[in-house]
Antibody
């Protein structure tokens, strides 16, 4: 079964850091780009960051550029998001999503991990 | 990069057809055929329903169809069913510094 499982969320104070992880299974992880997409409580979806299969191409939303770093470990079938200088507006459910190769769509999603930034 | 514009809500009776619009610009929807649609039930992860404007992934009922004209994409649900009640989001590749943008979301209600 194709599966993505996020972890690492929690309550963190403004200005602090948090690292999210996403464990992939059921498909050849290193064949696909991967993404992080977030959803603030009661709000819509927002693309956060994406990384190519070999980490050679990386992109970020303007809202997180310079604060968040995406990475992957193909040997561990894992995707990561290092979040620094967190702000209240980063509070959201963070989803890991698999890229639908060649179609710029997200075909497999995890269940998400909640990040709450509050003092 | 601003979110793509969708109607906040659309409703229909079982068996009817509804259409959700997704309006962007020539830098996103109008410039690329990389428009996708996602269904999200409350408390659940989004599910891909349409990719590349009008293609359905395996397992998605053919009641769901997509199209595009100029800077506006559309998702049509024919033969509306109770289980179609959910939030729907469009997404597009963009030429901006943020390569992907989602729509504002549409709540579909089955009357």
């Amino acid at each position: 079964e194709v599966q993505l499982v996020e972890s690492g969320g929690g309550l963190v104070q403004p200005g602090r850091s948090l690292r999210l992880s996403c464990a992939a299974s059921g498909f050849t992880f290193d064949d696909y780009a991967m993404h992080w997409v977030r959803q603030a409580p009661g709000k819509g979806l927002e693309w956060v960051s994406g990384i190519s299969w070999n980490s050679g191409s990386i992109g970020y939303a303007d809202s997180v550029k310079g604060r968040f770093t995406i990475s992957r470990d193909n040997a561990k079938n894992s995707l990561y998001l290092q979040m620094n200088s967190l702000r209240a507006e980063d509070t959201a459910l963070y989803y890991c999503a698999k890229d639908m190769s060649g179609f710029d769509a997200f075909d497999i999603w995890g269940q998400g991990t909640m990040v709450t930034v509050s003092s | 990069q601003s979110a793509l514009t969708q109607p906040a809500s659309v409703s229909g009776s079982p068996g009817q057809s509804i259409t959700i619009s997704c309006t962007g610009t020539s830098s996103d929807v109008g410039g690329y055929n990389y428009v996708s649609w996602y269904q999200q039930h409350p408390g659940k992860a989004p599910k891909l329903m349409i990719y590349e404007v009008s293609n359905r992934p395996s397992g998605v009922p053919d009641r769901f169809s997509g199209s595009k004209s100029g800077n506006t994409a559309s998702l049509t649900i024919s033969g509306l069913q109770a289980e179609d009640e959910a939030d729907y989001y469009c997404s597009s590749y963009t030429s901006s510094s943020t390569p992907y943008v989602f729509g504002t979301g549409t709540k579909v209600t089955v009357l």
